[in-house]
């Protein structure tokens, strides 16, 4: 069975500052990783994923991620956070080599960009 | 806009009865995926149809029920309603093909449901 980690169920950084979000994944085969961001009332929006190449992925809004394989990671950094980033980030994970299509989603964090 | 549309948006009703969310997939999207988001169980995966099908089934409970129609569009059925069963309820579409799915999921706005 898959699964995913998101240690943090806040993050607060200061608008300007770097930001991080994590997320540790378990699957049996090779990783599909995606980053969704939820606003208030809203549906989840796509915000970039990992499929093979490159291990940094860059993706909607400034944001991007990293694949880190050994540490089966897939963390979501933004070098200046603005205040408009402030939301729930899911993580996602899909088993490349699973049958099933559906992603298994973390349980969020909440990014709180304080002016 | 994801292209995916939900209805209703908002929904409440007693418990005991029935309702049905209606989804329309984003064109061109053969698979419709059905979400359960709550407070305390987050993002639980229900059930998967692909061009029809059912493909795939999660957390579902039996008291639920879905179904993919010709023009694509699925339906997510919630009968002997609980108070527990309150919660939004999101549609997800992608396009499925062949092998591995390497697309990313495309959301609906959620139907939000509460129980009284």
């Known amino acids: 069975a898959q699964s995913v980690a998101q240690p943090e169920d806040q993050v607060n950084v200061a608008e300007g500052n770097p930001l991080t979000v994590k997320c540790t994944y378990s699957?049996?085969?090779?990783?599909?990783l995606f980053w969704y961001v939820q606003y208030p009332n809203r549906g989840l929006q796509f915000l970039l994923k990992?499929?093979?190449?490159?291990?940094l992925v860059k993706g909607s809004y400034g944001f991007e991620a990293e694949f880190n394989k050994s540490q089966t990671s897939f963390h979501l950094k933004k070098p200046s956070a603005l205040v408009s980033d402030s939301a729930l980030y899911f993580c996602?994970?899909?088993?490349?080599?699973?049958?099933?299509?559906?992603?298994?989603f973390g349980k969020g964090t909440h990014l709180i960009i304080q002016p | 806009d994801s292209g995916v549309t939900q209805t209703p948006k908002h929904l409440i009703t007693a418990t005991g009865q029935r309702v049905t969310l209606r989804c329309s997939p984003r064109?061109?999207?053969?698979?419709v995926y059905w979400y359960q988001q709550s407070l305390d169980q987050g993002l639980q995966f229900l059930i998967q149809?692909?061009?029809?099908?059912?493909?795939a089934k999660g957390n579902i409970l039996e008291r639920f029920s879905a179904q993919q129609f010709p023009d694509l569009h699925s339906e997510l059925n919630l009968s002997s309603l609980e108070l527990g069963d309150s919660a939004l309820y999101f549609c997800?579409?992608?396009?499925?093909?062949?092998?591995?799915?390497?697309?990313?999921?495309?959301f609906g706005e959620g139907s939000r449901l509460t129980v009284l």
């Open positions: 997800a579409s992608s396009v499925t093909r062949q092998g591995a799915n390497t697309g990313e999921l495309f």
């Open positions: 699957v049996s085969g090779n990783p599909y």
């Open positions: 990992y499929i093979t190449g490159d291990n």
């Open positions: 996602a994970v899909r088993d490349a080599g699973g049958g099933a299509d559906g992603l298994t």
């Open positions: 064109s061109g999207d053969l698979s």
């Open positions: 149809y692909y061009n029809g099908e059912e493909r």
